[in-house]
């Protein structure tokens, strides 16, 4: 804060610039980084695309609670036609996948959306 490079205001970080933040989040470790994860996804609400996409970068392993909550964005972009949206987040929802079946579904999603995404842009 002295050197101007965040300001905090009413519980809020800002950063001076988008290199700044970045610098400070590829400086931290990992168990820092998913630490940080875990109190951004907090302040999202239960069933949005931030709050998944935090708690999945949070996570160690597989996680099958937010894989499923990956996976119900992923729904949600494709009945937006967010189709490479949709095929990133299937994807990362397989990772995080405890079950084969539910992993190799999950991929097969992602495959779909990706081949939809490439329709698309024809």
Do not use: C
Not at 2 to 15: K, S, Y
Not at 52 to 69: C, K, P, R, T
Not at 74 to 93: H, M, Q
Request: net charge neutral; charged share 25%; aromatic share 6%.
């Amino acid at each position: 804060e002295n050197a101007g490079l965040v300001e905090m205001r009413d519980g809020i970080v800002r950063f001076r610039h988008p290199t700044v933040r970045s610098a400070i989040y590829h400086a931290a470790g990992a168990v820092e980084r998913r630490r940080a994860h875990a109190a951004v996804a907090a302040t999202f609400p239960d069933s949005s695309a931030e709050r998944a996409g935090h708690l999945a970068a949070a996570a160690i392993g597989i996680d099958e609670a937010v894989a499923a909550q990956l996976e119900t964005v992923a729904w949600r972009a494709v009945g937006r036609s967010g189709f490479a949206t949709a095929s990133n987040t299937f994807e990362r929802a397989a990772r995080l996948s405890e079950f084969d079946d539910t992993r190799a579904r999950r991929l097969i999603e992602a495959a779909k959306a990706a081949a939809e995404q490439a329709v698309a842009a024809e």
